[in-house]
């Protein structure tokens, strides 16, 4: 029972934090700036994101262009693009080997080989989640350290957007939910694996053990 409640609790979480980092991974306030130009009237919000940049007016149109060379974005925005791409990924996969070795279904029938798929499961769970918080940390020590360099134009810096965020925390719950699972992979959780008992001796009328035990 406790290890049905854990396997429970740690693929809610980790289903939620897979779709934090596809929302993440779609939104375009990676990095996000607001500044008021002496030459310009209007104040602009611009928003860098993986897939499109927008600039966002104060009187609340928006227009968004999305990038045209994979090439031309910076290196950070490239390796973030292929790290969430491959973190949604591993989460799909990751649930679809969860389910199949989750108590609550009948695909696999042996009890030790399914706690072995839901460990497994667990295990490309937490792989998923260090794969999307390597290019979050990456990008916002970026944009701190361009921050604070005096040499950028105001213009040019920007600060942490909520995509980055949302990453964290979708991070945050992969690897709680991760973890989840890969504990109710142990034998105090799970109990004793059930035992096959080989049958008893018969006794004949006569009051005789059946021979046919022997060899």
Known sequence: MLAACLEFLGLALCVAGT????????????????????????????WDGLWMSCVVQSTGQMQCKVHDSVLALSQDLQTARALTVVSAVLGVVALTVTVAGAQCTNCIRDEAVKARVVHAGGVIYIISGLCVLVPL????????????????????????????????????LLLLGGTLLCCSFSRGVRGSYPMKYTPTKSITVSGDIDKKHYV
């Open 19 to 46: 779709l934090l980092v596809m929302m993440a991974c779609g939104l375009p306030m990676w990095k996000v700036t607001a500044f008021i130009d002496s030459n310009i009237v209007v104040a602009q919000t611009i």
């Open 137 to 172: 940390c990456w990008m916002a020590n970026n944009i701190i350290v361009d921050f604070h360099n005096p040499n950028l134009p105001p213009s040019k810096k920007r600060e942490i957007g909520a995509a980055i965020y949302v990453g964290w925390a979708a991070t945050a």
